[in-house]
Every structure is written in structure tokens, then in C-alpha cells.
């Protein structure tokens, strides 16, 4: 099974709003990624958990905070975004058994009003 | 940042004809990833490459890498109307998790 799951798939919220994208793999994979994907651009990474620590941050603006409580679940807070962080927010994963090799879920599709 | 670049930025062939996307990059690489993408979906892995190897085929893809050249094609033979999609090239470095991807060819197969 090489399956990572996201919910929600879509997200519309206001600016003022706190919510929480999900992320989970049961692959036994030890980093997970979060990256941000604009219409017609490439992934851009934002946070990669190793072994359950953050262990890169791509000077991401504070209103994300991610969150990995366990190996196998991957949470990113959103607060206070504003109408440009509307985007497709992908969730990844990979190693151990699965090697190099990147996963990634279906994605979310958030708008920002 | 962007560490790769493809070219073209897109790419419409006939179906049944082979269509070629190449991939730059800037920096040592442990190795380098070909993704699909179709239509805002999520990424699908094509194939890997290691630095130290020079070509990879799986199926109708055949990938090479230059390491001297610090650039990689992907090949796709005898198009289908389901390989219409963006692809992306993305590379890993030694030492550490950071995965960058390329700008992307968006490709698309007329039938």
C-alpha cells in the first residue's frame, strides 16, 4: 500500500478563520513533506518532518504551523491567511522500506476569501 | 527556490509520437525523481535515477542522467491521450530530506 491520505480535499475560509489540513501514511515512512502548489507552478516545500522533528522550514510565514504528533500523522494549522495563500496544499512522504521514493496525496484545494 | 528547470515549458505532439523533456539543475544531487501531475491532482512518481547511474527505463520512459552536464530528459515513447499532463523533475541532495522541484513541461498529446 502506497497510499497518503489528505482531508479535506477542498477548504474554503475566511481570514479571520483557524483551521487544520490532515495528512496520514501508514507506509512506515520517516519524513513527511507539506509543500504549496500554485496553478501552472512546481511544488514549492515548506516543511519537512524527519523522525517526527522538523527538520526544514522554508522561512514559512507563521500563520503555518505544522505539526507531526506521530509517524504517521501530519497536521498543518492555518491562521490568519491571507487571499494569496489560496493554493493546493500537498502532502508527501518517503523512507525506510519505501526508500527515496516520494509519496503524495491527492492534495487540498484551500481558498482564502 | 526552483533547482531545477525543464525545457520546454510545453510540449503538444501527435498521439503515437515520442515526446522528449529535459531537466536542468544547479547543485550535486544524490538523485533525481520524474513526477506526473495531471490536471491539479496530486504527484505521481515516474522513476528515479541515482548519480550514479546514466540511464533508467520503465516501461514507454526512459530517463538519462549527466551528472557533468547536471541535466536529465525524460522520454516518452508512443504517446497516449492519457499522458497528456504536466511532468516535473525533482532533485534530491545528499545531505538532507530537501526535495526541489523543477519548473515543469506541460505536455500535451492531440489525438
Request: net charge positive; glycine share 6%; with cysteine.
Amino acid at each position: 500500500d502506497t497510499e497518503v491520505t489528505q482531508t479535506p480535499k477542498h477548504l474554503v475560509m475566511g481570514m479571520t478563520n483557524k483551521k487544520s489540513l490532515k495528512c496520514e501514511q501508514h507506509m512506515g515512512h520517516r519524513a513527511m513533506y507539506w509543500y504549496k502548489q500554485k496553478a501552472k507552478k512546481p511544488p514549492e516545500l515548506m516543511f519537512v518532518y524527519s523522525y517526527e522533528k522538523l527538520s526544514i522550514n522554508e522561512s514559512v510565514p507563521s500563520r503555518f504551523s505544522p505539526e507531526c504528533p506521530n509517524s504517521s500523522l501530519l497536521n498543518l494549522h492555518l491562521h490568519a491567511l491571507q487571499p494569496e495563500d489560496s493554493a493546493l496544499y500537498l502532502c508527501a512522504s518517503r523512507g525506510r522500506g519505501g526508500g527515496e521514493t516520494q509519496y503524495f496525496g491527492p492534495g487540498t484545494r484551500l481558498l482564502v476569501l | 527556490s526552483q533547482q531545477g528547470e525543464e525545457d520546454p515549458q510545453a510540449l503538444s505532439i501527435q498521439e503515437g509520437e515520442n515526446a522528449t523533456m529535459n531537466c536542468s539543475y544547479k547543485t550535486s544531487i544524490n538523485n533525481l525523481q520524474w513526477y506526473r501531475q495531471n490536471s491539479g491532482r496530486g504527484l505521481v512518481h515516474l522513476i528515479l535515477i541515482r548519480s550514479n547511474e546514466r540511464e533508467k527505463h520503465s516501461g514507454r520512459l526512459r530517463v538519462t542522467l549527466d551528472t557533468s552536464k547536471k541535466s536529465s530528459s525524460l522520454l516518452i515513447t508512443a504517446s497516449r491521450a492519457a499522458d497528456t499532463a504536466s511532468y516535473f523533475c525533482a532533485t534530491d541532495r545528499y545531505r538532507d530530506d530537501k526535495i526541489i522541484f523543477g519548473k515543469g513541461t506541460r505536455l500535451h498529446i492531440l489525438p
